[in-house]
């Protein structure tokens, strides 16, 4: 099947028009692919196909450019790749797939494919495609660099000479005059060697020397040498030395010198290209590997330890979304900047894609520390970076592998120090931490849980329990808060802390949490009804940033027939505060619905009375690392007292989280606290636990 579509241009002026094949079975995706081109700024002509016969017959029209799919009816991308080098194979050949494994990417690079790509990432597509037809000029270039030369020769445009049979020139062309700027008498006569230990680049005087004891020896001679120009600077020569001593109208060593500096040029700038980020110049992921296996080649010869510190930029994504892409590029090109002339010239400063960047460091100094050599390299970004007209401040998380006897390989220290940059993330970010072997190990269950989680919801292994809250002044049961429980067959009861972050994570907590709210309304229309006036339902900072929370829970209180004001949402503080107009929007938007709305795990996050004020809040809770310290530590006492003050001002009620004691309920009856939830009250249970008679258990204990 073929689709062809007309040329398409986008609005920048005057656009890059290319031709592009696609090789794809879907034509939804090869639409999604050329929008991706053309909101880049390139203007299209392309054509879709997704047999092995119109594929042959679209090559045939010479595109600029083939984008094919891994995954193709009948063969795959990776034949497809065969079919294009084998006829011709002249333009840039990009894999695209939903799913294509490490080995299958690295054949398909090897094969000739200029690069593969990720459906999941398919904004690197017009990077991708731009680089693969800059390399293809290059390469066209060189093309036509290598058919120049050629036509030089055949027109006597190189440098000719022949030898004597005491290796003494006895001729030079006269195109040695308009290539190196010396005239052909002042080689003549004179020893070759001579000349060359004059003229020849001290670096290749040793392969230029031995050419002649090769001839004499019967060896064919063919080498690539620097010869000075008269003006002082070098150029490449490939020289080709023949034996022709016995040709009577020869009598000696004829030597062939064609300029090939243009060509070394290209290849040079060709290989810097593969090495290097096209961005910030920077060694790329590729140079990066082969940089820590050198290192630790040295490092086993010498017994001096190397570190990998795996440098993330913090929150990099809001100078993107605030400052635009462009701003964001500036940046890391300042930051790759800043980094390198920070560390030593023996070091390694590589861009590892992304926000991302690797040091390599040799020979640690014995009075630095891993530890201190990662906060040097966090002082060095603790100044500003001037951007445009703003002024921008960036943080970074860093991972730190060392090895010691350089028995690693080269991605093992890297997978430690990613690991460890993982870990300083989740202690706050703007940090550093050294890779310990235990990481390893939650890395691995981190992965593992996240794998699991996908299947926990269609295969019922999600339950709610309700934990209940109650009044300190009525002594009275007036809601329950809905909480959520893992019994994962794999891996036994997981606790929310360590699940919740990676629902959050993997974006699995929309569809997770969207059951948790449809499922806390049905039961609050079934059992609870009688038993507590309201039921909290937790929304995670993920959920509150989706355009659908609001349609989602008027949709559950429809379904359902629950009164709005029986249901309580809780928010968390740092998800309010984060984007604070944002959230007002929401928030505002749900309490038209007539919802309570709650924000939980108060005192942790860094909100401002300004914008508290401004949330039309119902409860606050009090976060329970707080409660615990009633009664044994002035300053939770201190905080908790602010709080309740606070909430008073506002006219808001006051929830504390985790009470366990007895003195800890009186302590917080006395301040003006009105609610608590705890194990002093009860124990989070499934619905079906709260019978009248558990909740009158509950009633008992509060006589």
Not at 425 to 431: D, I, L, S, T, Y
Not at 544 to 564: K, M, N, Q, Y
């Amino acid at each position: 099947m073929t689709d062809i579509s007309s040329t398409r241009s986008s609005e920048p002026k005057d656009p890059e028009v290319i031709d592009v094949l696609f090789l794809e079975d879907r034509p939804d995706d090869a639409d999604l692919l050329a929008r991706q081109l053309e909101d880049a700024g390139y203007g299209l002509t392309w054509r879709r196909v997704d047999s092995r016969e119109d594929f042959v017959e679209a090559l045939g029209a010479e595109p600029d450019v083939v984008i094919a799919d891994y995954n193709l009816p009948g063969f795959d991308g990776l034949e497809a790749l065969d079919l294009h080098l084998a006829q011709g194979g002249r333009v840039p050949f990009i894999l695209v797939s939903g799913v294509l494994g490490e080995e299958v990417a690295v054949e398909a690079i090897r094969r000739g494919a200029a690069d593969y790509l990720l459906k999941d990432r398919l904004r690197r597509l017009p990077t991708a495609v731009a680089r693969a037809l800059e390399e293809q000029r290059l390469r066209e270039r060189g093309r036509l660099a290598d058919e120049r030369i050629r036509a030089l020769v055949s027109h006597g445009s190189d440098i000719a000479a022949v030898l004597d049979t005491d290796f003494r020139f006895a001729f030079m062309s006269p195109s040695v005059e308009q290539i190196l700027g010396y005239h052909p008498d002042e080689y003549v006569g004179s020893p070759v060697t001579e000349m060359m230990q004059q003229h020849v680049h001290p670096d290749d005087l040793e392969l230029a020397l031995s050419a002649p004891r090769a001839l004499e020896a019967g060896h064919q001679v063919r080498h690539e040498v620097r010869i000075r120009h008269k003006d002082g600077g070098y150029r490449w020569f490939s020289i080709k030395l023949s034996d022709h001593f016995d040709d009577p109208a020869v009598r000696g060593a004829v030597c062939n010198m064609t300029d090939v500096t243009e060509h070394r040029h290209i290849e040079a700038e060709l290989e810097h290209q593969a090495l290097h980020d096209s961005l910030t110049g920077l060694p790329n992921r590729a140079l990066l590997h082969d940089r820590i296996e050198q290192a630790l080649g040295r490092t086993r010869r010498s017994g001096r330890p190397v570190a990998v510190l795996f440098v993330d930029l913090d929150r990099f994504k809001d100078v993107n979304d605030s400052l635009g892409h462009v701003a964001g590029d500036q940046l890391l090109i300042e930051v790759a900047g800043r980094l390198a002339k920070g560390m030593r010239e023996t070091d390694t400063v590589c861009r590892f894609g992304g926000d991302e960047f690797v040091i390599v460091v040799e020979h640690l100094p014995p009075f630095q520390t891993p530890r201190s050599l990662g906060e040097r390299i966090l002082g060095l970004l603790e100044k500003s970076f001037q951007i445009d007209s703003a002024e921008v401040y960036v943080t970074a998380s860093i991972g730190i592998a060392v090895s010691d006897d350089g028995q690693e390989e080269a991605d093992t220290l890297l997978r430690d120090a990613d690991s460890a940059m993982y870990r300083a993330k989740e202690k706050g970010r703007n940090r550093c931490e050294v890779y310990e072997t235990v990481m390893h190990a939650r890395a691995t269950r981190h992965l593992d849980l996240a794998g699991s989680l996908r299947r926990a919801l269609p295969e019922d292994e999600l339950e709610i329990h309700y934990q209940p809250i109650v009044s300190l002044d009525g002594r009275d049961i007036v809601g329950f808060e809905a909480l959520l429980r893992w019994h994962s067959t794999e891996h036994g009861n997981v606790p929310p802390v360590e699940f919740i972050p990676i629902a959050e994570e993997t974006g699995l907590i929309k569809q997770i949490g969207k059951w948790v709210l449809d499922e806390t309304c049905l039961g609050v229309a079934r059992w609870i009804d009688g038993l507590a006036p309201c039921v909290s339902v937790n929304i995670s900072p993920v959920q509150l940033a989706e355009p659908g929370l609001v349609d989602h829970v008027r949709e559950a209180i429809t379904a359902s027939g629950v009164a709005p004001d029986d249901l309580c949402l809780e928010i968390t503080e740092g998800a309010l505060v984060h984007d604070p107009e944002a959230a007002l929007h929401v928030v505002d938007s749900l309490k038209e619905l007539g919802v309570r709305l709650s924000i939980d795990d108060f005192g942790t996050g860094y909100s401002a009375l300004a914008y508290l004020k401004r949330f039309p809040i119902d409860l606050m809770k009090i976060d329970r690392s707080f409660v615990s310290g009633l009664g044994v530590d002035p300053t939770d006492e201190s905080i908790v007292s602010v709080v309740v003050e606070m909430a008073a001002a506002l006219g808001v009620k006051v929830v504390a989280e985790g009470v366990e004691t007895e003195e800890q309920r009186d302590w917080l009856h006395e301040r003006g606290c009105h609610y608590a939830q705890g194990y002093l009250f009860g124990r989070p249970a499934p619905a079906t636990d709260w019978d009248k008679a558990a909740v009158a258990k509950v009633r008992a204990r509060l006589v």
